[in-house]
């Protein structure tokens, strides 16, 4: 008498690596990279991936969750005897993607021009552009003033926020 078994495939976890990300304005990176274990499969065999991990869209400085994507398992091509149905693929989710804030240092911050003293405090708004982009105020950055009353040298500061961090002095 036969008696049917089933025969299980192995499965193979994915986990992105951790610490992956990139500074505000930057290009993504090629690919997002992962660890895949177990390693060791069948002898004979080594795992072909097909695809990509992808991230939760979004430009913003923040995290963003790391998925599967188009990420699965293929066959082995010529001396390579891998069968993706022997396997199965399991994604380990819980590692982000980070977008850093950019430093206000890279900004440039428009020249001002001398103004004449006139008893109150003078608080001039230079453009500010993270390249060819004008920047806002009150939304990428605030600006704070020191000796600006007296005749003298003042300064304004301009300081990071949302997708900028750190400060600048013009």
């Not at 010529?78 to 890279?106: P, Q, R």
């Not at 390249?131 to 500061?157: E, F, Q, R």
């Amino acid at each position: 008498q036969d008696k049917a078994f089933t025969i299980s495939p192995i499965t193979i976890t994915v986990t992105p690596d951790a610490g992956q990300g990139k500074i505000y304005g930057e290009a993504d990176p090629a690919s997002l990279t992962y660890t895949a274990t177990p390693a060791a499969v069948v002898a004979g065999e080594t795992p072909v991936y097909t695809g990509a991990l992808a991230r939760v869209a979004g430009g913003n400085a923040g995290t963003y969750a790391i998925n599967q994507g188009g990420l699965h398992l293929a066959d082995g091509a010529e001396g390579n005897t891998f069968k993706a149905a022997n396997y199965s693929l399991s994604f380990s989710a819980g590692v982000d993607f980070t977008i850093n804030a950019k430093n206000a240092s890279t900004l440039t911050v428009a020249d001002i021009a001398p103004l004449a003293y006139n008893g109150a405090a003078q608080t001039p708004e230079p453009e500010v552009k993270d390249g060819d982009t004008v920047l806002t105020k009150d939304t990428d950055y605030t600006l704070s003033y020191a000796n600006n009353t007296n005749a003298g040298t003042a300064t304004v500061t301009v300081t990071g926020i949302g997708n900028y961090t750190g400060t600048q002095n013009k």
